[in-house]
């Protein structure tokens, strides 16, 4: 069985401030995995995904992440935020083989203050 | 536009009262699939569908049921048989059901009980 592992509840920053979201999984088969957000009383938006390839991977709204086999993580970066980047923001994961669902972390809410 | 329409917006259910969800989408997606989000938590699969006239179990399907007797429609029924219906509903499509495919997720329900 897969699972993840988002570790900050909730991360406060302020603006034009670097973030790094965490994101760690645990399987015993390569994976794809995914970051989605969620702004207030929405639905989720993808804004990246890894698959295959190059491990840094680029999103939308300036967002990149990095799939890290040996660690087992992917982790979610941006060099500067801004008071609409908070949201939650949700990592997830499935396997690359056979007929799988996608498992989703907890979640991370980003506070970005000014 | 094209998406993913949830309606109602909220929704109030009573006891012993049978409650159900629209979902429509227009993305001409082939699949089709039904979240449930609680504070704190990651979303967790309720049923999922890859094709007119079928669908599955998800890891929570008990006390709800789906039809999808349309490939724009996948309503979803909460039954009196659930117990702790209080949720945020998060309906998604991706294009055929392949799991590295993104989902799309329509603007969510947010069901309270009376």
């Known amino acids: 069985a897969q699972s993840v592992t988002q570790l900050d509840s909730q991360v406060p920053v302020f603006e034009e401030a670097p973030v790094e979201l965490r994101c760690n999984y645990s399987?015993?088969?390569?994976?794809?995995l995914f970051w989605y957000v969620q702004y207030p009383n929405q639905g989720l938006q993808l804004l990246l995904k890894?698959?295959?390839?190059?491990?840094l991977v680029k999103g939308i709204n300036g967002f990149e992440a990095e799939f890290n086999k040996s660690q087992t993580s992917f982790h979610l970066r941006k060099p500067s935020v801004h008071i609409s980047d908070t949201a939650e923001y949700f990592c997830?994961?499935?396997?690359?083989?056979?007929?799988?669902?996608?498992?989703f972390g907890t979640g991370t809410r980003l506070l970005v203050s000014p | 536009d094209g998406g993913i329409t949830q309606s109602p917006k909220y929704l109030f259910r009573k006891e012993g009262q049978n409650v159900t969800l629209s979902c429509e989408q227009n993305?001409?997606?082939?699949?089709m699939y039904w979240y449930r989000q609680d504070p704190g938590q990651g979303l967790r699969l309720i049923y999922y569908?890859?094709?007119?006239?079928?669908?599955q179990k998800g890891d929570i399907a008990e006390g709800y049921s789906v039809s999808r007797e349309k490939k724009e429609s996948f309503p979803l029924t909460v039954t009196s048989a659930q117990k702790n219906p209080t949720a945020f509903y998060l309906c998604?499509?991706?294009?055929?059901?392949?799991?590295?495919?993104?989902?799309?997720f329509g603007p969510g329900t947010r069901l309270l009980v009376l």
């Open positions: 998604a499509s991706s294009m055929t059901g392949g799991w590295q495919e993104t989902q799309y």
């Open positions: 399987s015993s088969v390569s994976v794809y």
């Open positions: 890894y698959l295959s390839g190059s491990t």
């Open positions: 997830a994961v499935i396997p690359n083989t056979g007929f799988q669902k996608l498992v």
């Open positions: 993305l001409n997606h082939d699949a």
């Open positions: 569908s890859q094709i007119v006239n079928d669908f």
